[in-house]
């Protein structure tokens, strides 16, 4: 491998103002990244409005961003390899600008889901690189410092994320929410190269693993456009449906193969042979799947059936990152001292019941009855999420951290991309049922219709008010069920993790990219 020479040798560690303007300006590209996963969820109802689409479709702009960050990701750190940690994060930050401005200008559902995708596709670089350059530009002795600063920006962006994407879309429609993130990008991008460029990483020509990303990006894609589109063509009564489940399974399969045969493969499978990181994934998937899946649906049932607008619906959902930050500290505390296994064991099985608390929901639900509940759910949210990466990486071999800690996010993207698409099919086709099952057993329509007729009702009226309510009951059946559903998969992904032994080794944070 032959290694180029950057811009020149590697300066000594910034100091002063110079190193806390640089961590601001990483820290707000990793807060833009983090903000966009959920900025976006309580602005699908005005989204689809916007351009003419179902609500279901509008879910789309929210697994394209998550998809296209889920492939990006193993590729970071051969991107940084090659080309050099600050070069791809100023190119990344400037591209997530740029294809930001592009999705507020987007006519079309269709152009705007191919705009999420490059907004993705930039997007997803920037919490690994944000962090690995904090790591890099602060002294050892301070790096506790750098990864507290990435981590709050980690856990503020989904609390302001739902608010601020409310009070965007009430006040300057739904462009206005990507619209935020272009000044800056613009500013973080010339600025960071500017003053980090001495600071660049050396580069080597690396050879990339290119059958491996094609068909990651086979199936992945494949597997996605089977969960949004689906239900529209009543799923494998369709032959493109077919084909491309098809597509899927045969496109997974060949990755497998090629990636563990692979002598650089873009995506190391290997590292799932350790029974703990095996046993820890399997435990992110379901927990991160569940968290995500209740986090998308809870804005868009506020605004399509209890009558939230997108500021409301932004204000009852953003409560669990208040919580979550409230109980970061205390995890920071004691995670060393206890089995990471009881931490996560018990964050997830809080997270469990509160959503079990939630499958019992009615349609006359005020405000702190909506609310109270997602705000302690945050409580769970720092036991489960640090202790894990501890498990994960732990149970790995020291040379294989970097990795796993690629696979790790790729799980993480990949579970909550799917899981959006799967509840909202779900709780669609759940409310149908029920609504049809609630007219079947329904009793006194005509004296009901006659009543309300005596109040000034037309016959229309009335019959429409009936269907209202019986939607709504309808509605809030399929969310509930949804709810408890999700709260099964949570004590499963609880379950799980005592199928991993304890780590055999200490975690060296500055190791995790």
């Known amino acids: 491998m032959a290694t180029e020479t950057t811009d020149g040798a590697r300066a000594a560690t910034l100091s002063g103002s110079a190193l806390w303007s640089a961590a601001v300006l990483l820290a707000a590209a990793n807060f833009l990244a983090v903000l966009d996963m959920t900025i976006v969820n309580v602005s699908v109802p005005n989204i689809a409005g916007g351009l003419a689409v179902p609500p279901n479709e509008g879910t789309w702009v929210i697994t394209s961003y998550s998809v296209a960050e889920a492939i990006i990701v193993p590729l970071t750190g051969w991107l940084a390899a090659r080309f050099g940690t600050v070069r791809v994060f100023a190119l990344s930050i400037l591209g997530f600008g740029m294809f930001s401005a592009l999705c507020g200008l987007a006519p079309t559902l269709d152009l705007l889901v191919a705009l999420r995708v490059l907004q993705g596709l930039s997007g997803g670089t920037l919490m690994p690189l944000s962090q690995t350059l904090l790591m890099q530009i602060f002294p050892k002795r301070q790096q506790p410092i750098a990864m507290t600063i990435w981590s709050m920006t980690t856990l503020v962006a989904p609390v302001?994320?739902?608010?601020?994407?409310?009070?965007?879309?009430?006040?300057?429609?739904?462009?206005?929410?990507?619209?935020?993130?272009?000044?800056?990008?613009?500013?973080?991008?010339?600025?960071?190269?500017?003053?980090?460029?001495?600071?660049?990483?050396?580069?080597?020509?690396?050879?990339?693993?290119?059958?491996?990303?094609?068909?990651?990006?086979?199936?992945?894609?494949?597997?996605?456009?089977?969960?949004?589109?689906?239900?529209?063509?009543?799923?494998?009564?369709s032959t493109r449906i077919t084909l491309l489940a098809l597509l899927a399974a045969i496109g997974f399969a060949a990755f497998l193969i090629w990636e563990l045969t692979c002598r650089e493969p873009v995506v190391s499978l290997r590292v799932f042979r350790h029974r703990g990181f095996s046993a820890s994934m399997v435990n992110l998937a379901l927990a991160m799947g569940a968290f995500f899946a209740v986090n998308v649906l809870t804005p868009l049932w506020l605004q399509e059936q209890m009558g939230y607008t997108a500021t409301w619906a932004g204000y009852a959902s953003a409560g669990f990152g208040i919580s979550a930050m409230l109980a970061s500290p205390l995890v920071a505390a004691i995670a060393h001292r206890i089995d990471p296994r009881k931490l996560i064991f018990a964050g997830v099985l809080w997270?469990?019941?509160?959503?079990?608390?939630?499958?019992?929901?009615?349609?006359?639900?005020?405000?702190?009855?909506?609310?109270?509940?997602?705000?302690?759910?945050?409580?769970?949210?720092?036991?489960?999420?640090?202790?894990?990466?501890?498990?994960?990486?732990?149970?790995?071999?020291?040379?294989?951290?970097?990795?796993?800690?690629?696979?790790?996010?790729?799980?993480?993207?990949?579970?909550?991309?799917?899981?959006?698409?799967?509840?909202?099919?779900?709780?669609?086709?759940?409310?149908?049922?029920?609504?049809?099952?609630?007219?079947?057993?329904?009793?006194?329509?005509?004296?009901?219709?006659?009543?309300?007729?005596?109040?000034?009702?037309?016959?229309?009226?009335?019959?429409?008010?009936?269907?209202?309510?019986?939607?709504?009951?309808?509605?809030?059946?399929?969310?509930?069920?949804?709810?408890?559903?999700?709260?099964?998969?949570?004590?499963?992904?609880?379950?799980?993790?005592?199928?991993?032994?304890k780590p055999k080794t200490e975690v060296d944070i500055s190791a995790i990219h």
Not at 203 to 218: K, P
Not at 470 to 488: D, E, G, K, P, Y
């Open 160 to 237: 302001l994320g739902p608010v601020l994407g409310g009070l965007l879309c009430n006040n300057f429609d739904w462009p206005s929410i990507f619209w935020v993130n272009v000044p800056i990008a613009m500013i973080c991008g010339p600025i960071v190269w500017r003053m980090l460029r001495t600071q660049e990483t050396p580069t080597q020509r690396q050879r990339i693993d290119a059958v491996g990303l094609g068909l990651l990006v086979t199936w992945v894609a494949a597997l996605q456009i089977v969960l949004d589109t689906g239900k529209d063509h009543d799923w494998f009564a």
């Open 351 to 501: 997270l469990a019941l509160v959503t079990l608390l939630r499958s019992a929901g009615d349609a006359q639900m005020t405000f702190a009855e909506v609310a109270w509940p997602v705000f302690l759910t945050g409580f769970g949210l720092p036991f489960f999420f640090i202790p894990l990466m501890t498990t994960a990486l732990g149970s790995v071999d020291s040379h294989e951290i970097a990795a796993a800690a690629g696979q790790l996010n790729f799980v993480r993207s990949l579970s909550g991309a799917i899981a959006t698409s799967i509840v909202t099919t779900v709780w669609e086709n759940d409310a149908t049922r029920a609504h049809a099952q609630l007219v079947g057993v329904l009793h006194g329509v005509r004296h009901t219709i006659a009543g309300l007729m005596q109040h000034g009702y037309s016959m229309a009226q009335a019959a429409s008010l009936i269907d209202r309510t019986l939607s709504a009951q309808a509605m809030m059946i399929a969310t509930n069920r949804v709810f408890f559903f999700c709260a099964l998969a949570l004590a499963v992904a609880a379950c799980a993790i005592w199928l991993s032994p």
